[in-house]
């Protein structure tokens, strides 16, 4: 019955709650940005936001915005749990010199950022292999018609095994370790210059961690967004209708019939999504361990 007392008082406990009630707010915040991204990276055809945004809640309501969210919802809480965690041993780990009662320096928030990145992407790529394969569902770009993530991903072992549960874990590290870097850099940066001391202090404006959490999804959505398309294309393909060998064959072939801007395509979607998602996760974050834990105040 002591446990959790115990474990809620370490500084483990706080950020993996804290982090976890993060990613929820994130999710439920971004999500029909993240659909319609998903649709316009997949098939130029379908026009743009706005465009999608209205065929979609035209043919299927507004319920189809959301279609895959358990998926990500259901882990979301364990998977950005862990991220904030993690993250907060490594970018300690990166810069030993600091006391315990200082912030770590923003060269170990990078380091530590990178790790996160390529650590998270172990649990994150089958997550997001559900979720695109259930988002392209009833589409015209996926053949599938099973309902759910769980169905979709016993569907995924049984036909590919273990090889297409894990479809797209390359281009996931290549896209989210330094992604996470440049990420958990920019919100510490972005923040102190927004409220100087605040990291130190942890008080803060509510503006600000929205704000700067917003910088900070948008700036690694921004540097990781080509490698995002290519992850997306390779991750919906299924063995009947393997269209890419690789990375580098889904790069070349995705230029060569669509032209350089395919990498880009959906963008503007993807960093509106992000700076919204991203203060989200931030400010649900960082109010959590001051409501719950007493870390620091608040100032609106």
């Not at 929820?24 to 026009?47: K, V």
């Not at 945004?53 to 862990?82: E, I």
């Amino acid at each position: 019955m002591d446990f959790w007392p115990e474990y809620l008082a370490s500084s483990w406990g706080r950020e993996f709650v804290a982090g976890g009630i993060g990613g929820i707010a994130g999710i439920i915040s971004g999500y029909p940005l993240d659909t319609i991204r998903i649709l316009q990276q997949q098939n130029s055809n379908f026009g743009s936001a706005f465009t999608i945004l209205r065929n979609v809640v035209a043919k299927d309501g507004p319920v189809a915005l959301y279609r895959g969210m358990a998926a990500p919802l259901a882990s979301v809480t364990f998977q950005n749990a862990m991220v904030f965690q993690i993250y907060a041993v490594l970018s300690r780990a990166f810069c030993t010199s600091v006391s315990s009662n200082d912030p770590p320096s923003l060269k170990g928030v990078a380091l530590g950022g990178v790790g996160t990145g390529a650590l998270q992407s172990m649990l994150l790529s089958p997550v997001e292999l559900v979720k695109i394969r259930l988002q392209l569902q009833n589409t015209g770009q996926s053949s599938q018609s099973v309902k759910g993530p769980v169905r979709v991903a016993k569907n995924i072992w049984r036909n590919e095994g273990f090889r297409g549960i894990y479809r797209g874990l390359g281009i996931t590290v290549l896209r989210d370790a330094p992604a996470h870097g440049l990420y958990f850099w920019t919100y510490e940066y972005t923040r102190e210059k927004l409220h100087p001391g605040c990291r130190k202090s942890s008080q803060e404006s509510l503006n600000t961690m929205l704000i700067a959490g917003g910088l900070a999804g948008v700036s690694s959505w921004f540097f990781s967004y080509p490698l995002d398309v290519i992850k997306t294309r390779l991750q919906a393909q299924s063995p009947s209708s393997l269209k890419y060998k690789g990375i580098l064959d889904c790069l070349r072939k995705s230029i060569n019939e669509e032209g350089y801007i395919v990498l880009w395509r959906g963008l503007g979607t993807a960093v509106a999504r992000a700076f919204v998602v991203n203060g989200a996760v931030f400010s649900a974050y960082e109010i959590t361990l001051r409501c719950f834990f007493n870390n620091g105040s608040i100032q609106v």
